[in-house]
């Protein structure tokens, strides 16, 4: 089992910068992938980033365009998700997700949101 806790969310202005993280325990051979999901109100979840836990090799949405950056800490126990030029429309619940099959993070997998460990999410609200 995996536990997730997400934090660093909050309320910012357009062109601010935040910086979200999610803790996990429990049985870290169960982690091998680790992705960070949002959801807008009233919109699907969208895959955002992927991370492999031994290799540190990274996936993202192309929608980004280079504003959000994945990272780890295995010594804390902690992934990131480094968000800047954020804008109205990145305004989401955002959610860290884990699974410990390698094949998550093959090609295009990871967007895939069947990952079978979910934290609770933490809210971003970015106003113009």
């Known amino acids: 089992q995996v536990h997730l806790v997400e934090s660093g969310g909050g309320s910012v202005q357009a062109g601010g910068s935040l910086k979200l993280s999610c803790e996990y325990s429990?049985?870290?051979?169960?982690?091998?992938?680790m992705a960070w999901f949002r959801q807008p109100p009233g919109k699907e979840r969208e895959g955002l980033a992927a991370?492999?836990?031994?290799?540190?090799?990274?996936f993202y949405s192309e929608s980004l365009k280079g504003r959000f950056t994945i990272s780890r800490d295995n010594a804390k126990r902690t992934l990131y998700l480094q968000m800047d030029s954020l804008q109205p429309g990145d305004t989401a619940m955002y959610y860290c997700?884990?699974?410990?099959?390698?094949?998550?993070?093959?090609?295009?997998?990871?967007?895939?949101?069947?990952?079978?460990?979910w934290g609770q999410g933490t809210q971003v609200t970015v106003s113009s």
């Open positions: 997700a884990a699974d410990s099959s390698a094949f998550r993070c093959a090609g295009d997998n990871w967007r895939n949101g069947g990952y079978p460990y």
């Open positions: 429990g049985d870290t051979s169960r982690r091998v992938c």
């Open positions: 991370m492999t836990a031994v290799s540190g090799r990274t």
